[in-house]
């Protein structure tokens, strides 16, 4: 079976710009997730999406970001307007429900704001 | 939030047995992981246990848990060349899906 796939594998933009991230997940995961690791710290989690609802989003920092899986497939990981504090890696990861159901993860994208 | 502390370097030579540690504070962990990172990739699951189970084996790779110190290790059997990467330690509660990460480990190995 085709991975987590994530979109782009890169981008560099300025600050107070916008930019959008995507990811697919494994095909029949209803679970999708969204992680970030900033430059020498943990890979942080920001938040779970159940199908299109998010079941938990405490993770994320601030009303700039928005996430969406409008029809609980792809997700969309939204920036607006972006900060140099941005900067770092962002992963997803998705999994089946059920217990003990583990999370495989895409290649992640690396974000660079200028 | 809770803790999940890891060595950041190891550096071992081709052949030899790594051990990777990790301990972690939350008590009510249940699912444990071990994650492996190459070089511009994804994270890679390589194994995880479960907290009521003291070991698990697979292959080359070998999981203690020590559940009363809340400790978590990662054996790796006469590592190779192509073992060099990170390894991130993650725990998840019963309390939800999200994954608490440690900073990771680097391991290099030399021929």
Known sequence: EAGVTQFPSHSV???GQTVTLRCDPISGHDNLYWYRRVMGKEIKFLLHFVKESKQDESGMPNNRFLAERTGGTYSTLKVQPAELEDS???FCASSRTGTAQPQ???DGTRLSIL | GEDVEQSLFLSVREGDSSVIN????DSSSTYLYWYKQEPGAGLQLLTYIFSNMDMKQDQRLTVLLNKKDKHLSLRIADTQTGDSAIYFCAESSNSGYALNFGKGTSLLVTP
């Not at chain 2, 990790?22 to 504070?25: D, E, L, V």
């Open chain 1, 88 to 90: 770092g890696v962002y």
């Open chain 1, 13 to 15: 933009i300025e600050k």
């Open chain 1, 104 to 106: 495989h993860f895409g």
């Open chain 2, 22 to 25: 990790c301990t972690y504070t």
